[in-house]
């Protein structure tokens, strides 16, 4: 247990549905990370916050993804209009800024999309 | 970030060094090298990192060649907790303004009783 949750840890919905995803850092950590994995492949970034400032999106954030950290604590990522090609395993993972460069993951919320 | 080539998978004996291989030889002069792990099923943890000292933590070591183009991450003893994919990342540290990792496919470590 690296100190960051997820939840859910898996998600079963339906084409077209919306669904939204929670993480909770370490409390002291003030930087933010969400990546996606599919199988067979390593993660990929998607977006990262600072406190609450989002920073960057990556280009695979489309405009069906939305991602905030109100107050710089918990984040949430949403998905508009799920679809088939978004079934993955997204991971959140959290680091202090300036300290040792390493980040923590936590386990990852699994989405599975019919 | 500079790319990195790492062998699809390896195979270990229990009990004995696993020497896993990295080569990055386009890495900047001010990117470090980092490696990671993921067991099945759970988030990526970190391992360790340097930049061109060789270093060495608790769960291992990391040699990297004097031209700074490929790196070994070595776990001493590797038992059957270590079975995981591996992964070796180039990367400017997060203090500065690069954070995010950029992941390969890594290497899968499969240790044998």
């Known amino acids: 247990d690296t100190g960051v949750s997820q939840n859910p840890r898996h998600k079963i919905t339906k084409r077209g549905q919306n669904v939204t995803f929670r993480c909770d850092p370490i409390?002291?950590?003030?930087?933010l990370y969400w990546y996606r994995q599919t199988l067979g492949q390593g993660p990929e970034f998607l977006t990262y916050?600072?406190?609450?400032?989002?920073?960057?999106k990556s280009r695979l954030l489309s405009d069906r993804f939305s991602a905030e950290r109100p107050k710089g604590s918990f984040s949430t990522l949403e998905i508009q209009r799920t679809e088939q090609g978004d079934s993955a395993m997204y991971l959140c993972a959290s680091s202090v800024a300036g300290g040792r460069d390493e980040q923590y993951f936590g386990p990852g919320t699994r989405l599975t999309v019919t | 970030d500079a790319k990195t080539t790492q062998p699809t998978s390896m195979d270990c004996a229990e009990g004995r060094a696993a020497n896993l291989p990295c080569n990055h030889s386009?890495?900047?002069?001010?990117?470090?090298v980092y490696w990671y792990r993921q067991i099945h099923s759970q988030g990526p943890q970190y391992i360790i990192h340097g930049l061109k000292n060789n270093e060495t933590n608790e769960m291992a070591s990391l040699i990297i060649t004097e031209d700074r183009k490929s790196s070994t991450l070595i776990l001493p003893h590797a038992t059957l907790r270590d079975t995981a994919v591996y992964y070796c990342i180039v990367s400017l540290p997060g203090g500065g303004s690069n954070y995010k990792l950029t992941f390969g496919k890594g290497t899968l470590l499969t240790v044998n009783p």
């Open positions: 386009t890495i900047s002069g001010n990117e470090y």
């Open positions: 916050f600072q406190n609450e400032a989002q920073l960057e």
């Open positions: 409390s002291e950590h003030n930087r």
